[in-house]
């Protein structure tokens, strides 16, 4: 700790001299000019002022502005939560956090907030929902053991030194202006004390891992690292392709139990599974991360003695009081209460019947004249004319679309009409998060939107194609005249 806070302090204090100095003898030059050569270069001192004093302003150190991340959680409106959290903290000898607060991905951090440069401050946690979803009681509590060894380590109170410093930095380039050749002390700076706290940090995870492990256990700890590294990506995924269509329809899904049905998905599972299995295999730390590579984290922990306290497999998001109102102000946080308060709710159930059936009947509709004469059979050699036909096809409001996307919104257009098709004949469709739109009639599986693909890559043959249109009773169906309101 001690060589830490030396190195973070001596590092900080570097920059601020290496700064003023900078500073001081640009504004010294027009002085110097003046007195002792007797004359004045307008554009020399000019620029000198101007470098100067932009690089004194910048490094003028910021008050911290803290925006909530999400709801807060109080003790009174979650006791189960607060009684873990305090459970770990009297575990590691700690005091509680100030201010807990509900974020949506998949993570955990502490932080010291509020006023300069780390003083006047308080101590600040934010949980995940995602997060809390995924984990187990156990690995939550790890995590959270993780967390305060932040605090333990004194990590939080050297944050925002190297933040605020870090944000100088920043703001001392930005203000130069790119090209300039006082950039270059700055740019040199800034890698080596990157690289330098970084490092440090690198360090501290570490030490919070080993105080997890000793706390909690490392079996729990470990699979909840495993968890993170590998379902932390899936989450901008999730919101993007899966919540926002959602959100933007007017709708508010359950977020966690959706994402939790979006990474145990084949596809999805499958997906992290491969990218925890390469990281345990040849992660590798680069001098800019700040966190290390799973492989040495767990390597680190793994032949520590296990925590005398039992393990439990319980969610950890069972202890979370009211999570519909939880996850409305979730949403409420992120995309303003004003427009959080129109969503109506639905459930992933009904996702396909209230959201997305309306839309795909709408775009169909308004795409007749270019399916009309249309037939299913008849989608193989059509596809090979695609970007010929694709110009006539629109979006469910008549607009036309960019020539670049044409193609894509005519293979979503045809892939729309296939799936109505389908369902006319008594078919059912699924939209389970971290699948493939399918369709299904007669134990016959289709997934319509990834038709026209398969098509031209000749994944489906054509008399494949005609057998399973056979088998769907859609063979010689006009998909610009079947469609129901």
Known sequence: MAFRAFLAVALMIGFYLLAVGV??????????????AHRIHLKLALGCLLGG????????????????????????????LFQDIAQVARAVGQEM????????????????????????????MGLGLSL????????????????FGHYHGGDTRLGPWIYKTRAAIGRTLQSLGDGSILQLPFLWYGKMFLRITHAVSR???????????????????????????????AFQHYWIGECAPLLQAGFQPPLAE????????????????????????????????THPPLKERVAAVMELPPASRALDDTPAIALLENLPGLEAGLLAAMAGPEHAARLAPVSWAEVCEKVYLPQWRRLVAANRHALDGLTPESLPERVAELPKLAPAFVQANGDKINPEASEGLAAAVIGAAVLLAVLARGGTAETDPGNPVSVTLHGVPLQPFNLVRQLAGRELSASAWAEQCRQLGITGWNLGQGVSS
């Open 23 to 36: 500073a001081l003898g640009l504004l010294y030059i027009p002085y110097a000019e003046v007195v002792y």
């Open 53 to 80: 004093l932009a690089i004194l302003w910048s490094v003028v150190p910021r008050v911290d502005k803290f925006v909530p991340p999400g709801p807060r959680l109080t003790p009174d409106q979650q006791p189960r």
């Open 97 to 124: 956090p100030a201010e807990v607060y509900l974020v949506p991905d998949v993570n955990a951090w502490v932080s010291q907030r509020g006023g300069i440069m780390g003083f006047g401050g308080r101590r600040v």
């Open 132 to 147: 809390m979803r995924l984990l187990s009681r156990s690995e939550f509590q790890a995590v959270l053991a993780h967390e």
């Open 258 to 289: 959706g994402f939790y049905q979006f990474v145990q998905s084949s596809t999805i599972a499958g997906i992290i599974r491969q990218a925890i299995e390469e990281e345990m295999r040849s992660g590798k730390a680069d001098p800019y991360d």
């Open 203 to 233: 360090c501290q995870e570490f030490q919070a891992d080993a105080l997890a492990a000793r706390t909690v256990g490392a079996r729990p700890l470990i699979t909840g690292l495993q968890t993170v590294h590998g379902a932390g990506p």
